[in-house]
Structures are given as C-alpha cells and as structure tokens.
C-alpha cells in the first residue's frame, strides 16, 4: 500500500510540473501577442485630394523599425524625390515627405504619412506610375525581437529572423 501511495504521489508530482511548465508557456504566448505590432502600408488619391502614402501600426504592441526601403521598377532609390522623379520625370518641390527607417518606433494606432503630395497633375501622375512601378518595404521587430517585413507587394507581414540592412540601397529620406 505504501509504495502504491509512493507511486500516486510521483505520479501526482510529475503532473503538476507538467500542468506548471504548460501554463508558463501559454503566460508568455499571452505575454508575447499583447505586444505584437502588425505594420500596414496604405497610399490614396482622389481627384481634387492630395497623394499620400502612409504607414501604419494596426497591432497592439509598439513596432520597432528596422530598415525601410523604396523601390521604383525593382530598383532601390534614396528619397521620395529620387523616386518622384524616376516615376514622374519632376519633383514637386511642395510635396510633402516624412521620415522612417532604423531606430524609428510606431506606437499601437499611430499612422504616419510618409508622402503626401499636393493635388494636381503631379499628384495624379504619381499615383497612376506608383499602382505598377513602385514597392515599399518596411522590416520591424516587436519588444521581443520577433520581426517581420510589410511589403506593399503582398497582403500580409511575412516573419523574419532578422531584418536585412540594405546598405547604400536603404531609404534616406
């Protein structure tokens, strides 16, 4: 009887560890998916409104960025003008351009407009040249450095195990 009794309490231990070590990994699957960031990639026109082009944290973790990267017929350009000019053949010098790439954070909810340029001839040849000759590529990581890439190419962020560093090919702007 005792070893039986021996038996159930070994037994009755082991499950109990099984059932601790079970929880803990679901406190840090939960813990992981409350601070999960999802960046989005938007542009928009209508005749008469600006061009703009925003990016977007629609997670509800912060999104560290990484790099970014824009790039016109497949090739990498430096600044929305070098990009303006590659789709347009002119830089509007009353567009309007916004910062992103390595060290910049995106809070939950917050939208940044990286591009807006003003309504015209400009604004509407850009977007016509941007629906098939332009791509924007976002690589950010979460607090846990688990990190993705938004590419305006695809529909979804597509995890990475790191993001890559673009050199003299990465966005200055």
Known sequence: MD???SIAAAVGA?????????????????QRASAWPYVAQSNGFMPG????????NEGVGPARVR??????????????G???????????????FSSIGRGSVLPPG???????????????????????RLETVVCYCSIYDECWISDTRTD???????CPDYGDAAFRN
């Open 156 to 162: 979804e962020p597509a995890p990475v195990r790191a």
């Open 3 to 5: 070893r039986w009794l």
């Open 14 to 30: 082991i499950c109990a560890v099984a059932i601790s070590l079970y929880q803990a990994a679901l406190a840090r699957e939960q």
């Open 82 to 96: 070098a990009a303006m000019r590659a789709l347009t053949d002119t830089i509007d010098a009353s567009a309007v």
């Open 110 to 132: 917050a939208t940044l407009t990286v591009l807006q340029i003003p309504p015209g001839a400009e604004a509407v040849a850009f977007w016509r040249a941007a629906q098939t």
């Open 49 to 56: 409104t600006p061009y703009v082009r925003r990016v977007e």
């Open 67 to 80: 790099s970014y990267q824009v790039l016109v017929d497949g090739r990498a350009v430096p600044t929305w």
